[in-house]
C-alpha cells in the first residue's frame, strides 16, 4: 500500500484538476480526475482498513474514526452489498426494497457543514425528501399601535416565494471495487460518506458562489455573484452583478461597501452584524493577507485585523482579482436525497473491470434571500495596511508599510 501522506498530496494534486476541469467546462478531464479521485480514497480506505479490519472491538474502531451503524443502517449497506456482488447488479439493485437511512444522510449533510466553512457561513438547509421549499421575500414590517380592543388597523402579510428543490439534481458516481465490499457495511459506510461529502461539496462550493440559475436550458443554483435583478439569458443565466472598486480595509472605504448591504431590496434598512469575505487562495496570501495583517508592540503579528467583524473564506471558485462580501445566513441552500432514496447502477462510465459503477441523486437549489446581501468587488489594486506611528516627544509621524 502507499503511503498515506503521499495519498494525501495525491488528493490534493487530484482536487486542484478537477476544480480546473469543473471551472472550464470539460466533462471529460473532469469524470478522468473523478475516477482517479475515488481509486485514492479507497486505496486510502484499504490501507487503513488491513491495519484493524481484523478486529471485532466496536471501541477499538471507533477509536480509529470508523462510525458505527445503526441496525438500520447496517441492515440496508449489508444488502446493497449482496445486490452489488450478485451477478446482475443492476436488476438486483431495482429490486432493492429498502433506501438509504436517513441517518446516513444527515450524516453527511453534518460533515459537509463541519468540514466546510462556506456551508457554515450560509443558512445550509438539510431538506431531506422535501422537495419544495418556502422563502420569505419580506423580512421587515412593522406593527401599529392603537388603542386597546380598536379595530386592527393594518394587516401584517408576509410574501413567499416557492422553490422547487427537484429543478437542480446533483449526481454522485460511486465506483465501488470488489475490495471495498469484502471489508462489510461499516467500511462501506465511510467510503459512501467520504466520497458523497467530497463531491457534493464541489458541486455546492461553485453553485453557491458562481451559479446561473434555473432557465429552459440551466439547472443550477443562483450564485452570490449574480445580480437577480438584471435581466436572465437562457444560455448564460443571470448577470453578474457590477463589481465595486475595493482598494483598501480602511474603516471608511470599508465603511461604504458595507452600508451598502445596510439596505433590502424592498428598501428596508437592516442590521449587520458581521460579514463574510471569499476569496481566491491566492489573492488572500497577496492581497488580503497583507492588507489585513499588523504587527503589535512586542513585534509579533495579529492576522485578519478588520474595522468591522469579517470572516474570510478562501475558494478556488473565485477568480483572481475578485471577492465576493455579503451576508452569509442572506444566502439559503437546501439540498436533500430525491423521493426514492436509492443507489442506482449506472452504464454511464466505464472503469477498471473489477469496479463496479452506481450513483445517487441529490435535489436543491441555492440562492440570496434578497439581492443586496452580497457584493462583488474588484481587488486588483487593494493595498497593504498602512500603520502611523506617533513618537512620544516629536511631532512627526512615520509610517509603516
Same mark, same amino acid.
Given at each position: 500500500m502507499k503511503n498515506k501522506d503521499l495519498l494525501a498530496q495525491q488528493k490534493q494534486e487530484i482536487v486542484a484538476r478537477m476544480n480546473a476541469a469543473m471551472k472550464d467546462g470539460k466533462e471529460e478531464e473532469f469524470t478522468l480526475a473523478f475516477g482517479e479521485f475515488t481509486?485514492?480514497?479507497q486505496t486510502t480506505l484499504l490501507a487503513e482498513a488491513k491495519e484493524i479490519v481484523e478486529s471485532v472491538d466496536t471501541n477499538i474502531l471507533a477509536a480509529r474514526g470508523t462510525r458505527q451503524l445503526t441496525s438500520e443502517e447496517k441492515d440496508y449497506y449489508q444488502k446493497v452489498i449482496d445486490a452489488m456482488k450478485s451477478s446482475n447488479p443492476k436488476q438486483a439493485l431495482t429490486d432493492l426494497d429498502i433506501v438509504m437511512p436517513k441517518t446516513v444522510i444527515e450524516d453527511v449533510f453534518s460533515d459537509l457543514v463541519s468540514a466546510h466553512p462556506l456551508l457554515d457561513a450560509i443558512d445550509f438547509q438539510n431538506a431531506g425528501a422535501v422537495t419544495e421549499w418556502l422563502l420569505n421575500t419580506n423580512e421587515n414590517q412593522l406593527a401599529t399601535w392603537s388603542p386597546l380592543c380598536a379595530e386592527i388597523v393594518k394587516e401584517i402579510t408576509s410574501g413567499f416565494?416557492?422553490?422547487?428543490?427537484?429543478?437542480?439534481?446533483?449526481?454522485?458516481?460511486?465506483?465501488?471495487?470488489?475490495?471495498?465490499?469484502?471489508?462489510g457495511p461499516a467500511w462501506l459506510d465511510k467510503y459512501v460518506r467520504t466520497i458523497l461529502s467530497e463531491a457534493l461539496y464541489l458541486g455546492l462550493e461553485d453553485g453557491i458562489l458562481n451559479g446561473k440559475g434555473q432557465t429552459i436550458n440551466l439547472h443550477e443554483p443562483i450564485g452570490m455573484r449574480k445580480n437577480m435583478a438584471g435581466a436572465v439569458d437562457p444560455a448564460t443565466g443571470y448577470p453578474d452583478k457590477a463589481k465595486v472598486t475595493f482598494n483598501s480595509f480602511d474603516p471608511i472605504s470599508y465603511g461604504v461597501v458595507l452600508g451598502d448591504l445596510a439596505t433590502t431590496e424592498n428598501g428596508n434598512a437592516r442590521i449587520v452584524q458581521n460579514v463574510i469575505l471569499v476569496v481566491n487562495p491566492k489573492d488572500y496570501l497577496t492581497k488580503v493577507m497583507p492588507a489585513s495583517t499588523v504587527q503589535r508592540a512586542d513585534g509579533t503579528y495579529a492576522n485578519d485585523v478588520f474595522p468591522f467583524p469579517t470572516t474570510v473564506i478562501q475558494s478556488t471558485q473565485v477568480e483572481v482579482n475578485e471577492a465576493i462580501i455579503g451576508l452569509g445566513k442572506r444566502y439559503m441552500m437546501a439540498a436533500g436525497t430525491g423521493k426514492s432514496g436509492k443507489i442506482e447502477y449506472s452504464d454511464e462510465y466505464r472503469f477498471l473491470e473489477d469496479e463496479r459503477v452506481y450513483l445517487t441523486?441529490?435535489? +436543491?437549489? +441555492?440562492?440570496?434571500?434578497?439581492?443586496?446581501?452580497?457584493?462583488?468587488?474588484?481587488?486588483?489594486?487593494?493595498?497593504?495596511?498602512?500603520?502611523?506611528?506617533?513618537?512620544?516627544?516629536?511631532?512627526?509621524?512615520?509610517?509603516?508599510?
Open positions: 481509486e485514492n480514497i416565494k416557492k422553490i422547487d428543490l427537484q429543478q437542480n439534481k446533483l449526481s454522485a458516481f460511486l465506483p465501488v471495487c470488489k475490495a471495498m465490499l469484502d471489508l441523486k441529490f435535489y +436543491g437549489h +441555492g440562492q440570496p434571500k434578497d439581492n443586496n446581501a452580497f457584493a462583488l468587488l474588484d481587488i486588483t489594486n487593494l493595498v497593504p495596511t498602512i500603520q502611523k506611528v506617533t513618537v512620544e516627544g516629536t511631532v512627526s509621524t512615520q509610517e509603516v508599510v
